[in-house]
Structures are given as C-alpha cells and as structure tokens.
C-alpha cells in the first residue's frame, strides 16, 4: 500500500502563489507516475498535472504555464507550485499515485480558495 498526505493548501488572493506538497509513504517503489487532480463543487474531478517515473510531465492546458509539479525524492514528497492563481482554480486538490500493478492511491485533498 502507499499512503498520501497532502499540505500546503489555504486562501489566497488572486494573482498569489501557494505550494502544495504530498509526502508519499508504504510501498513507494513500485509507483510509476504520481499526479494532482482537483474537484471544485458540483464539477467533476479534473487532472491538474502528473509525473512519471522517468520525468515526464503533463499540464492541461487550463494551468500550462502557470502550475509546475516537481519531486523530491530524497523526501518522497511530490510538489505542486501554483503561480498566478485564479478564482476559478478553488478546489480540493487530490494527489493521486498510481502502481505498476495499475493500482491507485488517493491523499485526502487539500482546500485552495482564491478570493480577495
């Protein structure tokens, strides 16, 4: 199993930055992409952003430019920064890990609200 903990969400104003982290705990060895994913009310949840084991990333192109996602594997802690932050990119934001067995793990999620 692999266990999930997501920090670093909060409120900020728009135009503001916050970095979300997602500490990765278990059987971390067998992970073969990790990513981040958010869920505003009554909308479905949507990919932010992933990582693969051999470095590849991917954005949509809704946070292409303005979200990085990075590692750090001497933590087993994958980040996400947000820059330039927009109303609508308030949700909970999941960190997902995904097996090479295909199996996946979810973290609880972390509440980002952006509003003046």
């Known amino acids: 199993q692999v266990q999930l903990v997501e920090s670093g969400g909060g409120l900020v104003q728009p135009g503001g930055s916050l970095r979300l982290s997602c500490a990765a705990s278990g059987n971390i060895f067998s992970i073969v992409l990790m990513g981040w994913y958010r869920q505003a009310p009554g909308k479905q949840r949507e990919l932010v952003a992933t990582f693969t084991r051999d470095g590849s990333t991917y954005y949509p192109d809704s946070v292409k430019g303005r979200f990085t996602i990075s590692r750090d594997n001497a933590k087993n802690t994958v980040y996400l920064q947000m820059n330039s932050l927009k109303p609508e990119d308030t949700a909970v934001y999941y960190c997902?890990?995904?097996?090479?067995?295909?199996?996946?793990?979810w973290g609880q999620g972390t509440q980002v609200t952006v509003s003046s």
């Open positions: 997902r890990s995904t097996q090479s067995t295909g199996r996946d793990y």
